[in-house]
């Protein structure tokens, strides 16, 4: 076998200080077979960020005309929202997957009375979606 004596190639600076392999491409994408390619799994953790997040509304039990008609009562209920997704790492998409209402509850958001009929308006029930966000430049 011959030694090489000289290597042509296009040399890219790669500036960051307490660099390590798993910058370069991350250990968990290393057992993927060499087809699939590496140059997806290229400084992954750096273009990419997790997003998770969560909230909760909280509404008392009350009444919703004065007086104490049993009708009109509202119970007490607390609604759960979670969303989980990727962003690029310079912020500019973004791919959220979001339940609203994960516990499917069921509430009613008022309520009414007229002469002798009763009028209650339901909140929403569990929903879901994705939302895709890219900003322009």
């Known amino acids: 076998m011959d030694p090489f004596t000289r290597l042509t190639a296009v040399a890219a600076p790669f500036d960051t200080p307490d660099s390590d392999t798993d910058m ?11 087809t699939v390619g590496y140059r997806n ?14 909230s909760a509304n909280h509404q008392s039990k009350t009444n919703t005309e004065l007086g104490q008609f049993v009708e009109l009562r509202k119970k007490a209920y ?30 009613w958001t008022s309520a009414a009375r007229s002469i002798d009929v009763y009028n209650r308006y339901m909140g929403m029930p569990r929903t879901y979606g994705l939302t895709l ?3 322009y430049k």
Request: aromatic residues 16%.
């Open 78 to 107: 607390t609604l759960v929202d979670l969303r989980a997704g990727v962003e690029s790492h310079d912020g500019d998409w973004r791919l959220m997957g979001w339940v609203r209402n994960a516990g499917d509850t069921v509430y």
């Open 24 to 34: 370069i491409i991350p250990q968990r994408f290393l057992r993927k077979p060499l």
């Open 41 to 54: 799994f290229l400084f992954f953790n750096d273009r990419f960020d997790a997003v998770v997040g969560a």
């Open 133 to 135: 966000t890219y900003r």
